[in-house]
């Protein structure tokens, strides 16, 4: 099943998004076989960062929510909140540019 995941940051902790980004890629690569992609949310007008997006291949809801509660961005508060929903894929661009 896929899920997506989308996170709000906590402005007062942006400070520890340098701090932890080489644990947080570590654990994004251990987790390669569930977290299929993952990144940052950036603001329209200025490019600043809003948050994040993941999607997720796992049987459950409750395995997403252990994967976002090991991630190190999340004890350290630089996650303010978080919403897992399920996700359909509807249809994907082949390497051709076409839709399949």
């Known amino acids: 099943m896929l899920y ?7 402005l007062q902790s942006a400070s520890a998004r340098g701090r932890l ?26 490019e600043q960062s809003a948050g994040g997006l993941w999607l997720v291949e796992a049987d459950s809801a409750d395995r ?3 994967l ?5 961005f999340w004890p350290s508060g630089l ?3 978080f919403r897992i929903l399920q996700w359909r894929q509807v249809f994907v661009r082949d390497s051709n540019g076409s839709i399949a």
Request: proline letters at 7%; glycine letters at 2%; zero cysteines.
């Open 68 to 72: 976002v509660h090991d991630d190190p």
């Open 79 to 81: 996650r303010e909140s």
């Open 64 to 66: 997403v929510l252990q």
């Open 21 to 46: 980004m080489p644990e947080h890629l570590a654990f994004l690569h251990a987790h390669r076989e569930h977290i299929q992609a993952a990144g940052p949310l950036l603001e329209t007008s200025n």
């Open 4 to 10: 997506a995941v989308l996170f709000t940051d906590n």
